[in-house]
Antibody
Framework: EVQLVQSGAEVKKPGESLKISCKAS????????IGWVRQMPGKGLEFMGI????????RYSPSFQGQVTFSADKSITTAYLQWSSLKASDSGIYYC???????????WGQGTLVTVSS | QSALTQPPSASGSPGQSVTISCTGT?????????VSWYQHHPGKAPKLIIL???KRPSGVPDRFSGSKSGNTASLTVSGLLAEDEADYFC??????????FGGGTKLTVL
């Protein structure tokens, strides 16, 4: 079964760093892109960007360029989303999803809730 | 404000049909036949139910159907079941490795 399992909820203070993970299983990890999607409280989904797991080629949505960093560790089939200095406005649920043929995302992870509060 | 516009809520009684719209622009929904729909029970992983406007993945009941006209895509759920109560959101490819999403629609089965 193709599956993405994300790391658990995080509570952080403004200015702290954070790295959340997305563990893939059930398929050839390096042949696909992984996308990251944000859902702010009470809002719709926003596309953050994608990373190709074969060579870590990354494409950031303009709104997120310079704000976050995507990375991946092929040896443990895990993709990461990280912040170097969190802001309260980074609070939300973050989803990873595999970019599949047909220009869509499937499957998705269950989401990671990030709360940034002083 | 989401890039694609969906009604925040929709409802129907068991057995009825409900249609959820997803309105974008000629740069996304209208420009590509790459609209997908997802069913999302909060706290769980979103599930793909429609791809490429109107195709159903294996295992998705034919009660779910999709269509598109111009810049608006639609998801129809026929023969509503209690288990269909969930959030539904649309997604469209928007060119140059960019995707846009709808704000989501909460479907209530009365």
């Amino acid at each position: 079964e193709v599956q993405l399992v994300q790391s658990g909820a995080e509570v952080k203070k403004p200015g702290e760093s954070l790295k959340i993970s997305c563990k893939a299983s059930g398929y050839s990890f390096t042949n696909y892109w992984i996308g990251w999607v944000r859902q702010m409280p009470g809002k719709g989904l926003e596309f953050m960007g994608i990373i190709y797991l074969g060579d870590s080629d990354t494409r950031y949505s303009p709104s997120f360029q310079g704000q976050v960093t995507f990375s991946a560790d092929k040896s443990i089939t895990t993709a990461y989303l990280q912040w170097s200095s969190l802001k309260a406005s980074d609070s939300g649920i973050y989803y990873c999803a595999r970019r599949s043929s047909g220009w869509l995302f499937d499957p998705w992870g269950q989401g990671t809730l990030v709360t940034v509060s002083s | 404000q989401s890039a694609l516009t969906q009604p925040p809520s929709a409802s129907g009684s068991p057995g009825q049909s409900v249609t959820i719209s997803c309105t974008g622009t000629s740069s996304d929904v209208g420009g590509y036949n790459y609209v997908s729909w997802y069913q999302h029970h909060p706290g769980k992983a979103p599930k793909l139910i429609i791809l490429e406007v109107s195709k159903r993945p294996s295992g998705v009941p034919d009660r779910f159907s999709g269509s598109k006209s111009g810049n608006t895509a639609s998801l129809t759920v026929s023969g509503l079941l209690a288990e269909d109560e969930a959030d539904y959101f649309c997604c469209s490819y928007a060119g140059t490795t960019n995707w846009v999403f709808g704000g989501g629609t909460k479907l209530t089965v009365l």
